[in-house]
């Protein structure tokens, strides 16, 4: 029912920022709750951020709080991740999700999945 892409990957200079972006179909795209996973290579996927249908609210990381920010346009059907001041630690490839209504930073909980974009952070 839902597709994603995601977009925007790419390599870059530790400190340096970049955008994310997922495209989503479907005609119900407002009522999804979206999210940002990442996974780097030997280790287990990760909850990045989440964000509500309307994107009154949002969901964090503690580690990457203040340097991470989710957005949404339901008018384009779209998602992103902006990532400032990024770190070699933040390589890893990222992956966008979807669920139907609440709000939830559990893998399983999430039913659509993008292939995930890469993200090179230089030191």
């Known amino acids: 029912q839902v597709q994603l892409m995601e977009s925007g990957g790419g390599l870059v200079q530790a400190g340096g920022s970049l955008r994310l972006s997922c495209a989503a179909s479907?005609?119900?795209?407002?009522?999804?709750?979206m999210a940002w996973f990442r996974q780097a290579p030997g280790k287990e996927r990760e909850i990045v951020a989440a964000?509500?249908?309307?994107?009154?609210?949002?969901y964090y990381t503690n580690s990457l709080k203040g340097r991470f920010t989710i957005s949404r346009d339901n008018a384009k059907n779209t998602v992103y991740l902006q990532m400032n001041s990024l770190k070699p630690e933040d390589t890893a490839v990222y992956y966008c999700?979807?669920?139907?209504?609440?709000?939830?930073?559990?893998?399983?909980?999430?039913?659509?999945w993008g292939q995930g974009t890469q993200v090179t952070v230089s030191s």
């Open positions: 999700a979807a669920r139907p209504f609440t709000i939830a930073t559990i893998i399983g909980e999430y039913n659509y």
């Open positions: 479907g005609r119900t795209f407002s009522t999804y709750t």
């Open positions: 964000i509500t249908g309307s994107g009154r609210a949002t």
